[in-house]
């Protein structure tokens, strides 16, 4: 998945799943938090909950572009 579509996908996150979001510690964490809260996963990220949360995913980098779009 692509920064620019990951950040096309956080922003379509309401606004409190997002803050939740930058105090998950883990992707697990934060891939709990976007089922529990009824989201939808995007088909890169199925992708990689189903693969054992592949090692492609960067929390990091997920947080970084997070703080970006507010």
């Known amino acids: 998945m692509t920064n620019e579509s990951l950040k096309k996908y956080m922003t379509s996150l309401s606004p409190e799943v997002r803050e939740k979001a ?8 934060l891939f709990s938090l976007i089922e529990e ?13 189903a693969g054992g949360f592949a ?13 970006e779009i507010g």
């Open 37 to 49: 809260s009824g989201e939808e996963l995007p088909e890169p990220l199925l992708g990689q909950v």
């Open 22 to 29: 930058r105090k998950c510690q883990t992707k697990e964490e």
């Open 55 to 67: 090692a492609e995913f960067n929390m990091d980098e997920f947080l970084k572009l997070l703080d």
